[in-house]
Every structure is written in C-alpha cells, then in structure tokens.
C-alpha cells in the first residue's frame, strides 16, 4: 500500500492579519490626505486665480437629518450652465450671488461668501 503525501498548507497567521490591516490603514490615511489636499489645492487655486461672475439661487432644501440647508446655484460660463451648491442659510432663492470659477475649468467653483470665510 503506498502512502499518500502529505500536502501542508500555511495557513494565514495573525501577523499576517495584522500586516493586512496596517496596510488598510495605511490606504485610507494617505486616501484621506490627498482628498483633503485636493480639496485645499482647489480652494487656494480659486482665491488666487479664479473668475467672478454672477450666480442665481435656484433652490433651497433642507438635507440630512440633521437640518443641513443646501442652496443649489447656476451660472452661465460662454454659454454653458455650470451648477453646484453651498451648504448655507445665509441666500434665499432668486438672489443672485458671486460666484469663482476656474478659468480652465469652470466646473471647479464656490461661492465668494464660501471663500472668504473659508
């Protein structure tokens, strides 16, 4: 009768566990950093280089459970209709309002009332 092999398998051990969630970690610190640097690098982009055009209001909603006010705005850049929001309580619909853009693009853009408190 032949003997069968053995076959060992290395099973994971807690160091590797652990390694795999050093590395987790380590993913969502430097995921985290570069979104906030980003967001940084968009802010100090706008307040240096960014253009000033005129906004309208044309919406005003409650979001969140926590009572968040959101007021969505448009602007018209070169014909095209950009919009975005601003988590304030601070307009009221139809008020038109400044808004910066980024010249190269204008889909990157705050409020100024945004910018200067920021």
Do not use: A
Not at 1 to 10: P, Q
Not at 50 to 57: E, H, L, T, Y
Not at 88 to 103: P, R, W
């Amino acid at each position: 009768m032949k003997k069968k092999k053995e076959i060992l398998i290395n099973k994971p051990t807690s160091r590797f566990r652990i390694d795999l969630s050093f590395l987790f970690f380590c993913f969502l610190l430097i995921f985290f950093f570069v979104t906030v640097c980003n967001k940084d690098r968009e802010r100090k982009s706008l307040t240096q280089n960014g253009i000033v055009v005129k906004g309208i209001v044309v919406s005003k909603k409650v979001v969140g459970s926590k009572g968040t006010v959101r007021c969505f705005f448009e602007f018209k850049v070169n014909g095209i209709i950009y919009s975005n929001y601003d988590d304030t309580d601070s307009f009221i619909e139809n008020q038109i309002i400044d808004i910066v853009y980024e010249k190269d693009d204008p889909d990157i853009n705050r409020t100024k009332r945004f910018l200067d408190n920021y």
